[in-house]
């Protein structure tokens, strides 16, 4: 039963570019969490997602940041005009049902912005 | 709004020796959770142990246990037998109970302890 799988692994944009970073949960998992670590920093929630839906997205950034979770296929934290300030790993967490309180975590993807 | 402090940036052990990590957290709430995250160079998170607030018995998981005292909103971890594969950033973490004050679940988490193990 594989994990929760986060591709790529490394990722590495200029100033300005476009960053597209995916997540497929555990099997038989259909609620996301979205995490970002800054260096020397423990990890920040930015978005919950289950199918379909954005059900708190409190942590995002107002502008330039966007997540979804589709119907089918993996969950996509999508950064537009990427600025080096949002250098960091980014990390997803699924679970099982809401009531659920062990989230289970990817190894994340290091954004790199030149 | 929760928040979680983990006062010793860095710790070191001794291989076979006990070390105890720090976690203290601030919550007005009655029920919720808390963890403890291994996190090793690697990046993956681990999750070390949880802990259920009502319930008053410390957690254990083999050489890793917790010392929660619910009043003094304070969550160590402490290791016991350290092995070098214990060495990593340590991670304590709080998440409300779901719907509690309109929590969706999310954990809050501290900066973090770097352990190092020495042999």
């Known amino acids: 039963n594989a994990g929760v799988m986060q591709n790529p692994r490394h990722l590495v944009r200029r100033r300005g570019q476009e960053a597209r970073l995916r997540c497929s949960p555990m099997k038989g998992h259909s609620h996301v969490y979205w995490y970002r670590q800054l260096p020397e920093e423990g990890l920040k929630f930015m978005v919950y997602l289950q199918k379909e839906n954005i059900i708190d997205e409190s942590g995002m950034p107002k502008e330039r940041f966007s997540a979804e979770f589709p119907k089918e296929g993996p969950s996509i934290l999508r950064i537009q005009q990427v600025v080096r300030g949002d250098s960091a790993a980014y990390f997803c967490?699924?679970?099982?049902?809401?009531?659920?309180?062990?989230?289970?975590f990817g190894s994340g993807t290091q954004l790199s912005v030149l | 709004a929760q928040t979680v402090t983990q006062s010793q940036p860095e710790m070191s052990v001794q291989e076979a020796e006990t070390v105890t990590l720090s976690c203290t957290y601030d919550?007005?709430?009655?029920?919720?959770?808390l963890f403890w995250y291994k996190q090793p160079p690697s990046r993956q998170m681990i999750l070390v142990i949880r802990?259920?607030?009502?319930?008053?018995q410390n957690a254990t998981e083999n050489r890793f246990s917790v010392n929660f005292q619910k009043a003094a909103k304070s969550f160590s971890l402490k290791i016991s037998d350290s092995q070098l594969g214990d060495a990593a950033m340590y991670f304590c973490?709080?998440?409300?109970?779901?719907?509690?004050?309109?929590?969706?679940?999310?954990?809050?988490f501290g900066k973090g302890t770097k352990l190092s193990v020495k042999p």
């Open positions: 967490a699924s679970t099982q049902t809401a009531l659920n309180e062990k989230l289970f």
């Open positions: 973490a709080y998440r409300s109970v779901l719907g509690y004050g309109g929590s969706q679940g999310n954990l809050i």
């Open positions: 802990q259920e607030a009502y319930k008053q």
């Open positions: 919550t007005s709430e009655s029920d919720y959770y």
